[in-house]
């Protein structure tokens, strides 16, 4: 199953057939599904219904052989349908939930980085990575070098010492300065040689997870899932309109930017000087920050 540009995900009714209740699905289209010629509407069923929908006589949706009138139901300026019921408007807001979830979902489809350009990055990174390693392979060789000359110094110190040459006191503070030395420079050597032995494979790990930005999601716990959020989009992502809105996002994952607001997914538009951009929660407003789950 694959969305296509135009995909759009909208919190949907069908009437039962024998009782005046509205089952809530969830629906996609247009979806190319493997061995259909044609797009498809894919219908996700959230196995709750609902009684009390306000519906909006101006608005037809169909007329039946008998010319009976059915209209489309009543939405608020979220887009989240109308109902009188205490107990059907939780549904609808759980409903809007689920389609902001299947939303983000294909955000991050969108956000994930085609193969010729994650060849182009690792080339570049790699290409930056090695010089980085000459860099610490010279370092690490400048260390052992006043390593070993510091191990040396010590020796003597500890000869005059022993041979009462200096007196306890020029040998307690000469012992301290080059055993602080010493320790130094065996600790860059070793956070050097490990930054050296695993370079490689930590770039090759991360740079193929940008292939499949929805796959690492999913599969990341509530708490990075957060992490993700807030460093994606700088902690600025919200959801207004059934749509979510940023003013930032990373460089690097908002190539497909102009495609996520033509499927009504996400309308990114870029920080100015002041944040007036980023609309307030109260009257005549409804804003709400993203918050995810599991």
């Not at 989240?80 to 409903?95: P, Q, T």
């Not at 030395?181 to 940008?210: H, P, W, Y």
């Not at 959020?229 to 994952?253: A, C, H, W």
Request: aromatic share 8%; hydrophobic share 30%; glycine share 4%.
């Amino acid at each position: 199953m694959k969305q296509l540009a135009k995909t759009k995900v909208t919190v949907r009714l069908r009437k039962a057939e024998d009782r005046k209740e509205w089952y809530v699905y969830i629906e996609s289209y247009p979806v190319e599904v493997s061995g259909k010629n044609t797009p498809q509407r894919i219908r996700e069923y959230l196995n709750r219904s609902i009684t009390s929908v306000e519906w909006d006589k101006n608005r037809v949706a169909r007329t039946d052989a008998e010319g009976v009138k059915s209209y489309k139901p009543k939405r608020n300026d979220n887009g989240i349908i109308i109902c009188r019921s205490e107990s059907d408007r939780e549904i609808m807001l759980y409903a809007d939930a689920v389609k902001a979830h299947e939303q983000f979902l294909q955000v991050c489809e969108l956000m994930s980085i085609p193969q010729n350009k994650l060849l182009e990055i690792r080339k570049g990174s790699n290409n930056s990575l090695e010089e980085n390693l000459k860099v610490n392979k010279q370092t690490i060789l400048e260390k052992k070098s006043v390593l070993e000359e510091t191990q040396e110094k010590m020796f003597s110190v500890e000869e005059k010492w022993i041979k009462n040459e200096i007196s306890k006191d020029t040998y307690e503070r000469w012992y301290s300065n080059y055993s602080s030395t010493i320790l130094s420079c065996k600790g860059a050597i070793e956070r050097l040689s490990k930054v050296e032995n695993k370079a490689f494979s930590i770039l090759q790990n991360n740079l193929d997870m940008l292939g499949d930005v929805k796959e690492v999601y999913l599969r990341s716990d509530i708490m990075q899932k957060r992490e993700f959020v807030k460093l994606v989009f700088d902690s600025n992502l919200y959801y207004q309109e059934g749509i979510y809105r940023t003013p930032t996002m990373m460089d690097i994952l908002s190539v497909n930017y102009l495609k996520m607001k033509e499927k009504g997914l996400l309308n990114y538009q870029k920080k100015r000087d002041d944040f007036s951009i980023i609309p307030a929660s109260g009257v005549g407003e409804s804003r709400t920050p993203v918050q995810t789950s599991n």
